[in-house]
């Protein structure tokens, strides 16, 4: 039976996957359109072998996402061990199939079967009741569950109360095998029996058509006991091996050009590449430090990845990959010290030559000062310019900044007058449209 249910999940898997590469110690299987769906995007490994060399293949394979996971099909203690030592979180995952009646029987006339549109706003109402959940995230979601749907008959089956759904499920079905998958009851309704009432359904349907049902739970949570009741029994496990991003690469600032996040470091390494095409007249140095005379991959990208891994909301500096169409244009960085008390950030920010002279570095400022004032409810931004920075001083006139003093840096060697400038939340002006996506949970990340 296990070998089935192995052989059941494989095909699924293959066939939601729209692009695959095969390592040598697991197999990617990513669905670029839903990339940040961890359960769609993931490095399969059917026998856990060398934690090390699969933790690096991983790495490798998924450059290009926030988030690393591995799915061991056929697990062992000493992997679990071994990638917790790396400081990866191990989730193991029980395989329960259906073998003997339940321990009792309950009324399931209030279930049937729908569309999976009806199922959408229970599905939108339960992912909007986590803690990580908002708007975004619940259409990312809906868009995998399509996509399974594709690759495997489904069937959504709901229990309602006063009219609603009060709890879901769905049955995916191939080669006489049934797994009941998504069981979920929304929040408002529970401790009332749903639960239940769905799972014993959804099995009595899939009994029907099928010799093999199963389902998948957590195994250090309580859905586990219920489905013991209604007649499961373990039969093996897998474990999901995760190293979980930053909560911060959850915020998306945007304008009609732009969007503003943290990148990944594929992402990361084709910036550098930007910047190394020049950003300036290497005759002149418009930045306090000299970085752009003494570029280093390795330490490029290391600066940006320690600037998260080293997050104090006490002191931050957050610095945001502009994207234009997909492309990285250059950074928006911005930054505070002790904001809970000041209210002031300082910003600082480059383009790559190629995309200097658009506006961008304009609507990318506009659109880091909305997310301080309206989003940190910041009261003052600092900024500053040095001498033959022309285009500095331009897109800080636009937007409303003031003289406040001056100072020499040396980026050099040599003194140069650095034009100290204040932004104060009353004067901020700019027409540029400015969305900011993700930022409410994230606010103690910023002391605000």
């Known amino acids: 039976m296990i070998e089935r249910i192995h052989a059941f999940r494989a095909g699924l898997q293959d066939a939601v996957a729209e692009r695959r590469v095969e390592g040598v110690h697991g197999t990617g299987l990513f669905a670029d359109s839903v990339r940040e769906v961890y359960d769609l995007n993931y490095v399969r490994a059917e026998t856990p072998g060398d934690a090390d060399a699969l933790a690096g293949e991983t790495n490798r394979l998924m450059e290009d996402f926030f988030h690393t996971r591995v799915v061991v099909e056929r697990p062992d203690d000493a992997s679990a061990d071994g990638f917790r030592a790396r400081g990866w979180t ?56 399509r996509l399974i749907m594709r690759a495997v008959p489904t069937r959504f ?111 990361l390494r084709a910036l550098y590449r930007l910047a190394e095409q020049g950003i300036h007249d290497p005759e002149v140095m418009p930045f306090e430090a000299a970085w752009t005379d003494d570029l280093n991959e390795a330490e490029f990208v290391a600066h940006h990845e320690q600037a998260v891994q080293n997050w104090q909301p006490s002191d931050w500096q957050l610095e945001l990959v502009a994207f234009h169409r997909g492309l990285p244009v250059g950074v928006q960085g911005i930054g505070a010290e002790r904001f809970a008390d000041r209210r002031r950030v300082s910003t600082g920010s480059w383009l790559g030559r190629a995309w200097q002279g658009q506006g961008l570095g304009t609507e990318m400022r506009a659109a880091v000062l909305h997310f301080a004032f309206e989003g940190l409810n910041a009261h003052e931004a600092a900024s500053g310019y040095i001498a033959d920075n022309p285009q500095s001083l331009g897109v800080s006139r636009k937007l409303g900044y003031e003289v406040v003093g001056s100072h020499d840096v040396s980026p050099r060697g040599e003194p140069l007058e650095h034009t100290d400038l204040l932004l104060r939340r009353e004067s901020f002006r700019t027409d540029v449209p400015v969305e900011v996506v993700g930022l409410p949970p994230l606010l103690p990340q910023f002391d605000a």
Request: charged content about 30%; aromatic content about 8%; proline content about 6%.
């Open 157 to 267: 089956f709901a229990a309602f109360a006063d009219g609603e759904i009060a709890s879901y499920c769905e049955v995916r079905s191939a080669g006489g095998v049934a797994q009941i998958e998504d069981v979920n009851t929304i929040e408002r309704f529970r401790g009332r029996g749903f639960g239940r009432m769905i799972v014993q359904h959804a099995v009595d349907e899939a009994k029907q058509t099928h010799d093999v049902v199963y389902l998948e739970a957590l195994a250090d949570d309580w859905p586990r006991e219920l489905y013991a009741k209604l007649g499961f029994e373990p039969l093996g496990e897998r474990h999901f091996v995760t190293r979980f991003p930053h909560p911060l690469t959850r915020l998306r600032i945007r304008t009609p050009r732009l969007e503003l996040r943290l990148a990944t470091p594929a992402e």
């Open 90 to 145: 191990v989730t193991p995952h029980l395989i329960m199939a259906h073998t003997r009646e339940p321990d009792r029987r309950v009324d399931t006339s209030g279930v049937r079967e729908v569309p999976f549109e009806s199922v959408l706003p229970a599905r939108r109402e339960a992912t909007l009741g986590e803690v990580w959940g908002d708007a975004e995230i619940a259409s990312l979601l809906d868009d995998a569950k």
